[in-house]
């Protein structure tokens, strides 16, 4: 049996209603550092646990269970797209997707298959197992285009992107071609995960700050454009995530969806200004939670300072937390940001 829509505090905000309480969750809750993840990963590897539906549901709720937070993020990656699309994948131990054969030049394109939602039944397998169980909303997720691009042309994790970059710059049609293919899949990706269950979704364009505002308008912008409007049939909350992306948030704002994550690189009063009407997600330095106790306390003061916290708000790290974080810690900053 599925639980009845929890309309709790997450949602609300996401939909830029007065809440209590702030909500709070954490981009790469689930996995990292958490015990029972680290005890199944002893015996299966990261691809294996995202397509076994219960081990996978286990993961995403062990935050919701050991750190009380108000979402529960379905465990999966962003490469399960581009794997569902024939693409071979192998998750690489302290390196990330490693893919054999990138997009070198424009002819390898055709080698993407078109999207069949029946290769992730088992991400709406998992989604139904988490719906069933969990009182808290569910996220699906997926990369956005030129984040999802980037890994299929330089073949592994890259911090310039220049293969992406000259790909883009040099063969510009071809790119049209890539980001338009990679845009339908990801609509029909999320369709697929609506369908079965989640509750919000989150396009990841954690690499997009690369970019800059002119190359983000002309070679960007229209897909993500596309995908949102798309999306907006799904009637469920769409957040819009990138780092780097202070120079971009006007943009950003142009794209019809509820909300936007931003990293620790902006204010929250800066980005609220740049964003407009929409709820705002972040955007504490995941690194200040190497500090002492004080300090994270202080930090989270300032960001809620500079808002309106309980209205249109979602509290969250600016990006992912790292592997080396104690979840004592994140325990303490749930219930420290739910009583202030
Ligand atoms: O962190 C982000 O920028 C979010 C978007 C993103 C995900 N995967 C979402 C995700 C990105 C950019 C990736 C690619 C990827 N996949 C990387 C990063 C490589 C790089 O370029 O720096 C890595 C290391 C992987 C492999 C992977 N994915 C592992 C080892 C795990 C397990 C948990 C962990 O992080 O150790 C995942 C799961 C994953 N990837 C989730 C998400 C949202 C699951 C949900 C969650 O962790 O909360």
Redesign the pocket.
Known sequence: MTNPVNDGIFLKACRGEKVERIPIW???????SLPG?RKLRETHD?LT??QTPELAAQ??ME?VERLGVDAA???????LLPIAMGVEVK?V?G???VIDKPIENPDAIVRLKSFDPRNIAFLQETIRILRSKLEVPVIG?S?APF?LAS?LIEG???RTWLATKRFMLEHSEAWYTLMTLLSEAIVAYLHAQVEAGVQAIQL?D??VGALSPAEYRQYVLPHMQRIFSALKNEKVPRIH?G?HTAGLLRDFADVDCEVIGVDWRIGLADAKDRIGGKALQGNMDSAILLAPWETIQETVDSMLKEINPKQGYIFNLG???L?EIDDQKLKKLVEYVHST
């Open positions: 954490f981009m790469r809750q689930a996995g990292r993840y990261v646990l995202t993961v995403s935050p993020i379905l465990f999966a990656d962003i490469m998750i131990e390196v990330g997707p997720f990369g984040t890994y592994k994790p890259s990841f954690s690499w995530f780092t990006h992912g937390v592997p």
